[in-house]
């Protein structure tokens, strides 16, 4: 039995017809999509033409374009990148006038908001109001920068999608367009923008209009549904409970539709995440990002940049720079991404010899290396860290770059980063299906960046390398939709649409919901409440909020669940104002997951591989070296302690300029060892005396410091075990013994000479 996301029945005729179905977001297609495929019986079938509506503008924006349709032939559609990207160079060129911490935030902000401008606001009314607010900073700014987005615009021949719409609805109107689709069938749109909605009533008097502005209420099935709500003690209880939930319903219906449901979505989803894969699969000790994914959700919170080669490719990129970071460096020659050969005509492995190296430049005492100094270390034969084919690939890499010294396009750029990725053989073996996943995302950036060549001029190496890191800071991880997955994580915003049998509303406080006003600063304020957008007045987000929550509401069939916890350290929290007629009900026993038998009867048949975790016993001639903290990690962590203290395994030091924490209190120690030594009869020499001094004064200093951020290290706990200062006598005394006792000593060093 099929999932039920969304009432199919609604849709049906207009698939039979083989309407154009429009949707807000590719959610609502794939929910569409796949219900009515596992509908079908038969083998072949004919696939609807199931559309998100901006995917349709440009889509057809672009049939009409190679009809000779003015002005779809004459303007092109600026992809998200590119236009992210435009906005980023407006900005970082008017650094001077305006002076910004974080041009790549701004650059979001400003994008967004004039998308909200156009989408809300009339143009005339727009231009009207930033003219007659231009004393106010912001606004200023983003007067100028749009004038000028505008006119780079116009220059280049290039369009944005908001811009497009606008110009569609005007060819509607006139008849001009020579290709669009005879029915149209709307689903699920929700008080559109007014400029979607201009839009849609334009579609031509023939085309089926069969739009969704209320799901479809069942008195029966209102008066039914069950509504809870749990106060919880802290967030991991909350989350915990509602894994558990979800357990017992899959268990009870394992076709149910489940919604999570949180306004703070990135923020908990991982760890909600980890606690339903924990209760899920009790007897699994670790998991990985290999697994299959547990719920259906918009796009994760992890970025490209984050994915590990990804950042590697990256890595391999700054090569090309005079200097390298050393951090950077060690963690590249240790990367499995990376071409390695397990043999070579030397009497020690490439990887061994990678990792020495990596340890040789930690030592040298530097944070940066030069690309003369790297190579002639890695290609040194008699030393340890010879590294053959990562000199050949290096020197193979240099002369690529030094090949192309003059600025190039984007796209020559774009082709010659993969020549250079090639060369160390990045990405290594293609095993995973994630890798798999994560490498088609970096080709689609990669093509998204090659083609934003339209949009910046001839730029040099480092400037090409800094785009492309900033379009992989800017990409998220998609995530693909899984028509087996009985859950759904969502937003309020992003589950209006769709229909679920159980909801359980996750953080849902007085601070989370209504949504608080995130009014856009770079537009006037009473502008931005006279048009009613989004998120910039209070009483906007209360309507707003009343009419989304009806809505999951009456798109709820069986339960509603709604929780929040009381406090997040000093900050205190109360139920939405929106679930107090809820039935309060005792929250889920907050235990953790225990190993036993029926655990793994409740795996699929997956193979389970045992291991034996018992350390072997010690030797006759071994011996533990640890004090107390042995005792400490061994109730923490055994294989901490047993990996620190049997096996002696230390993490990798951090690269340090200058002489080390370790060697600077070595030096110290030799230092006091010799600080008065007799060389022969009577004869005496205070060697070392400045130095040490120095030394105890630069340790003690950095002890100081580190207490003064609450820190903590094993100096300041022998500091402070010392003897403390004995009562001193008062003035004149205290000066009259100094004196006294300077004199003695005088007179004895006199006497020994």
Partial sequence: MAIT?????????????????????????????????????????????????????????????RKAVCPCNKLQLLTSQEEFLLWNEIIEDSLNKFPLLNPKETANAVAHSYHLARQWIEPN???RDLSANSSITDVAAFSQWTQIFQKKCNNLQLINLVDAIVLFTELLKSAKLKTFPKEITLVNFYDPPPIYQKLFNTFPNSSLILTTEDIPKNKSKGQSLSKKKFEFDNQNSELRSCAKWVKEILIENPTSHIGIISNNKEKVRQKFEFLLREELNSSSIFWSSHEKQLFNSTNSSQRLIDIPFIYDALLV???????HNIEDLTRLLQSPFLTCSESLDVNIREDQARINLAACLRLRGQTTISNRELSYLAATKEDSHYCKEFTEQLTQFKTEIHRIKHKKTIQKWGELFSNLLSIF????????????????????????????????????????????RLLCSQQTI??????????????????????FDHIWLVGFNDQNWPEPCNPSPFIPYTTQKAASIPGSHSDIQLDNGKRLFAQLLSATKSSVQASYFKNDGEQLFRPSSFILNFETSNAFNDTVPILNKTCFLQMDNTAIELITDRALPLSKTETVRAGTNLISE??????????KNRLRLQPEPPVEIGISKMARGTAIHIALDYLFEKIDTN????????????????LFGEQIALMAEEENSEEISIIQSKKQPNWLPPQPFLNIGIFTRLLFEKIIAKSEI
């Fill in 478 to 499: 998609t995530n693909e939709f899984d028509a087996s997955l009985a859950i759904s994580f969502y937003s309020i915003a992003e589950s209006i649409g769709l229909e």
């Fill in 317 to 323: 990129l700054e090569l090309g720079r005079e200097r």
């Fill in 425 to 468: 053989g990045w990405p290594g073996a293609v095993v995973d299906k994630n890798k798999t996943k994560f490498l088609k995302q970096w080709k689609r950036i990669l093509d998204q960046y090659r083609n934003a060549s339209r949009i910046l001029p001839e730029i040099d190496y480092p400037t090409a390398l800094a785009k492309l």
């Fill in 683 to 698: 004869i005496f020499v205070a060697g070392c005396y400045n130095g040490s001094g120095i030394g105890v004064g630069t």
């Fill in 5 to 65: 996301r969304i009432n199919l029945q609604r849709i049906l005729p207009s698939i039979k017809d083989g309407a154009t179905i429009l949707v807000p977001s590719l959610r609502v297609k794939d929910a569409i999509l796949s219900e009515y495929l596992a509908s079908i019986n038969s083998s072949t079938i004919l696939t609807p033409n199931i559309l998100p509506v901006d995917i349709f503008i440009k889509e057809y924006w672009e049939i009409n374009a």
């Fill in 634 to 643: 061994q109730s923490s962590c055994p294989f901490r302690a047993y990996a």
């Fill in 125 to 127: 009314v727009f231009t």
